[in-house]
Protein backbone atom coordinates (compact mmCIF):
# COMPACT_ATOMS: atom_id res chain seq x y z
CA UNK A 1 0.00 0.00 0.00
CA UNK A 2 1.18 3.16 -1.00
CA UNK A 3 0.17 6.74 0.83
CA UNK A 4 -1.55 8.48 -1.91
CA UNK A 5 -0.17 12.60 -0.67
CA UNK A 6 3.14 11.45 -0.74
CA UNK A 7 4.87 12.31 -4.88
CA UNK A 8 8.15 9.65 -5.89
CA UNK A 9 10.19 11.20 -3.93
CA UNK A 10 8.50 11.37 -0.55
CA UNK A 11 7.63 14.54 -0.46
CA UNK A 12 3.38 16.17 0.47
CA UNK A 13 1.33 16.75 -2.71
CA UNK A 14 -2.24 17.32 -2.95
CA UNK A 15 -3.78 14.10 -4.84
CA UNK A 16 -4.55 15.26 -8.40
CA UNK A 17 -8.65 14.04 -8.57
CA UNK A 18 -8.93 16.12 -11.94
CA UNK A 19 -9.73 12.90 -13.88
CA UNK A 20 -11.76 11.18 -11.23
CA UNK A 21 -15.48 11.00 -11.78
CA UNK A 22 -18.30 12.72 -9.68
CA UNK A 23 -19.30 10.24 -7.18
CA UNK A 24 -21.95 10.76 -4.52
CA UNK A 25 -19.82 10.82 -1.25
CA UNK A 26 -21.15 10.46 2.14
CA UNK A 27 -19.00 9.74 6.45
CA UNK A 28 -20.24 9.77 9.50
CA UNK A 29 -17.70 10.03 12.47
CA UNK A 30 -18.27 10.19 15.70
CA UNK A 31 -16.63 10.34 19.56
CA UNK A 32 -17.45 11.92 22.74
CA UNK A 33 -16.07 13.86 26.06
CA UNK A 34 -16.08 12.26 29.08
CA UNK A 35 -16.48 15.28 32.08
CA UNK A 36 -17.36 15.35 35.93
CA UNK A 37 -21.11 14.27 37.16
CA UNK A 38 -21.02 18.28 38.65
CA UNK A 39 -20.05 19.17 34.75
CA UNK A 40 -22.69 16.49 33.26
CA UNK A 41 -25.58 18.01 35.25
CA UNK A 42 -24.46 21.72 34.40
CA UNK A 43 -25.09 20.61 30.85
CA UNK A 44 -28.05 18.98 31.34
CA UNK A 45 -29.53 21.72 33.63
CA UNK A 46 -28.80 23.83 30.53
CA UNK A 47 -26.77 26.18 33.73
CA UNK A 48 -23.23 26.57 31.46
CA UNK A 49 -22.19 30.29 31.69
CA UNK A 50 -20.95 30.21 28.25
CA UNK A 51 -24.89 29.31 26.80
CA UNK A 52 -26.37 25.75 25.40
CA UNK A 53 -23.58 23.64 25.17
CA UNK A 54 -24.84 20.96 22.60
CA UNK A 55 -26.33 23.36 20.81
CA UNK A 56 -23.48 25.65 20.29
CA UNK A 57 -21.49 22.10 19.79
CA UNK A 58 -23.20 21.15 16.63
CA UNK A 59 -23.02 25.07 15.22
CA UNK A 60 -19.41 24.71 15.71
CA UNK A 61 -18.88 21.73 14.01
CA UNK A 62 -21.15 22.18 11.03
CA UNK A 63 -18.41 25.38 10.09
CA UNK A 64 -15.58 22.86 10.59
CA UNK A 65 -16.75 20.65 8.44
CA UNK A 66 -17.55 23.48 5.72
CA UNK A 67 -13.64 25.06 6.45
CA UNK A 68 -12.12 21.43 6.75
CA UNK A 69 -9.13 22.72 3.78
CA UNK A 70 -8.27 25.36 5.36
CA UNK A 71 -7.41 23.24 8.66
CA UNK A 72 -6.06 20.35 6.76
CA UNK A 73 -3.43 21.27 4.36
CA UNK A 74 -3.37 18.38 1.59
CA UNK A 75 -7.37 18.51 1.92
CA UNK A 76 -9.38 19.19 -1.32
CA UNK A 77 -12.35 21.99 -0.97
CA UNK A 78 -15.67 21.10 -1.18
CA UNK A 79 -18.61 21.86 -1.94
CA UNK A 80 -20.86 20.49 0.56
CA UNK A 81 -24.03 19.47 -0.04
CA UNK A 82 -25.40 17.89 3.59
CA UNK A 83 -24.01 18.50 7.07
CA UNK A 84 -25.51 17.31 10.37
CA UNK A 85 -24.25 17.38 13.57
CA UNK A 86 -25.67 15.90 16.57
CA UNK A 87 -24.35 16.64 20.28
CA UNK A 88 -26.09 14.48 22.75
CA UNK A 89 -25.95 13.84 26.55
CA UNK A 90 -24.63 10.13 27.79
CA UNK A 91 -25.12 10.03 31.40
CA UNK A 92 -22.62 6.35 31.09
CA UNK A 93 -19.91 8.41 30.11
CA UNK A 94 -20.67 10.91 31.94
CA UNK A 95 -20.66 13.17 29.08
CA UNK A 96 -21.71 14.59 25.47
CA UNK A 97 -21.49 12.06 22.28
CA UNK A 98 -21.13 13.69 18.52
CA UNK A 99 -21.98 12.45 15.45
CA UNK A 100 -21.15 13.56 12.28
CA UNK A 101 -22.56 13.11 8.75
CA UNK A 102 -21.39 14.41 5.79
CA UNK A 103 -22.90 14.57 1.99
CA UNK A 104 -21.36 15.86 -1.17
CA UNK A 105 -21.27 14.54 -4.82
CA UNK A 106 -17.60 15.42 -5.80
CA UNK A 107 -14.30 13.80 -6.77
CA UNK A 108 -12.69 13.24 -3.44
CA UNK A 109 -14.53 11.73 -0.59
CA UNK A 110 -16.12 13.57 2.77
CA UNK A 111 -14.34 11.65 5.62
CA UNK A 112 -12.12 14.65 6.40
CA UNK A 113 -15.02 17.11 7.14
CA UNK A 114 -17.15 14.21 9.44
CA UNK A 115 -13.80 14.10 11.48
CA UNK A 116 -13.39 17.16 11.78
CA UNK A 117 -16.65 18.17 12.45
CA UNK A 118 -17.21 15.70 15.28
CA UNK A 119 -13.69 17.10 16.81
CA UNK A 120 -14.15 20.73 16.88
CA UNK A 121 -17.51 20.09 18.01
CA UNK A 122 -16.08 18.77 21.27
CA UNK A 123 -13.53 21.05 21.78
CA UNK A 124 -16.09 23.45 21.65
CA UNK A 125 -17.66 21.09 24.28
CA UNK A 126 -14.21 21.43 26.37
CA UNK A 127 -14.11 24.90 26.21
CA UNK A 128 -17.73 26.04 27.38
CA UNK A 129 -17.02 24.01 29.76
CA UNK A 130 -13.57 24.16 31.18
CA UNK A 131 -14.31 26.27 34.18
CA UNK A 132 -16.37 23.26 35.58
CA UNK A 133 -14.30 20.73 34.67
CA UNK A 134 -10.35 21.09 33.43
CA UNK A 135 -9.90 17.19 33.45
CA UNK A 136 -12.37 16.48 30.56
CA UNK A 137 -11.53 13.89 28.63
CA UNK A 138 -11.98 14.05 24.38
CA UNK A 139 -11.64 10.72 22.98
CA UNK A 140 -13.04 7.81 20.45
CA UNK A 141 -12.52 10.35 17.32
CA UNK A 142 -13.17 7.79 14.07
CA UNK A 143 -14.98 7.15 11.11
CA UNK A 144 -18.01 4.91 10.76
CA UNK A 145 -18.67 4.66 7.54
CA UNK A 146 -17.97 6.36 3.77
CA UNK A 147 -19.73 5.39 1.01
CA UNK A 148 -19.09 6.54 -2.64
CA UNK A 149 -15.52 6.70 -4.25
CA UNK A 150 -13.54 4.68 -6.28
CA UNK A 151 -12.59 2.29 -3.49
CA UNK A 152 -16.35 1.69 -3.05
CA UNK A 153 -18.36 1.73 0.49
CA UNK A 154 -16.58 1.05 3.60
CA UNK A 155 -18.03 0.30 7.22
CA UNK A 156 -16.26 0.12 10.56
CA UNK A 157 -16.18 -3.45 11.65
CA UNK A 158 -17.28 -5.02 8.28
CA UNK A 159 -13.78 -5.02 7.21
CA UNK A 160 -10.45 -3.76 7.70
CA UNK A 161 -9.26 -2.01 3.96
CA UNK A 162 -10.86 1.40 3.57
Known sequence: M?????????????????????????????????????????????????????????IAGTLAAKRTAELIPLCHPLGLDHIEVTASLDESLPGIRVRAVTKAVGRTGVEMEALTAVSVALLTAYDMVKAADRGMEIHGVRLLEKTGGAHGDWQRGATDDA
Open 2 to 58: SLSHLDAAGRARMVDVAGKPMTARSAVAEGAIRMSGAAFRLVAAGAAEKGDVLAISE
